[in-house]
Structure formats: C-alpha cells, structure tokens
C-alpha cells in the first residue's frame, strides 16, 4: 500500500475514466461505466492519500517541537531537584525543608 503513492492512483483514475470514456465514443454498446466508477473510486482513493500524506506532514511538525520542549523540560529537571524542597507545616504552616524530620517551629513530626 505504502509503495503506490496516492499521486499514482490519481493518474490510474483519470487514465482509467479517460480510456473508458474513448472507447465508449468509438462504441456506444461497449458498457464502460463500471469503469468510469473504477477510476474516480481510484480518484478518490489518490486525493485521499494524497491529504492524508500532507495531514501527517502538518502533524509531524508539531510532534517534533513537543518533543524538544520535552527534553527541555528534562534537562531543566535536575536543576530543581538540585534545590532544596520545602514543605508547609500541616500544623502551623511554617516552610520547612523537607529534609527536616520534624517542624522547626512546632516540632511537630512530618514522618
Ligand atoms: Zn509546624
């Protein structure tokens, strides 16, 4: 599926539409409208293709910029691991590190 491009099915179609319709011109009993429906099926499935392959376009874009913001945002990681986190006292509210075993101002336990 991948190997025929939607530009090929395109031109199938349109070949397609334009020899049945050449031969219906020369002959008015030949029944070539089966084939007519074949190759606009066939026009169709090209368009298709052919939005579907500049819709992955338009999205890959964006996905490789979110992807960069994320090794942004990881490489910026270990810097606020770097500093110290500080806590709210459950108790009275004070900041503590959260190093601390208990609060500095109530001596209230954290663990
Ligand atoms: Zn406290």
Redesign the pocket.
């Known amino acids: 599926m991948a190997k025929i491009g939607g530009l090929w099915f395109l031109l199938l179609g349109i070949a397609m539409i334009w020899f049945s319709l050449f031969i219906q011109s020369k002959n008015d009993s030949a029944k070539m409208s089966l084939f007519i429906i074949v190759g606009s099926v066939f026009i169709m499935i090209g368009t298709f293709k052919l939005i579907k392959k500049i819709i992955l376009k338009d999205i890959k874009t964006p996905v490789q910029n979110q992807q960069r913001s994320q090794n942004q945002s990881q490489q910026q990681n270990p810097f606020q691991r770097q500093q110290p986190q500080i806590i709210r ?1 459950p ?2 509210g ?1 900041r503590n590190y959260a190093t601390n075993p208990f ?1 500095s ?2 001596k ?1 336990r954290f663990r």
């Open positions: 006292c108790n009275c004070a609060c101002y109530c209230m």
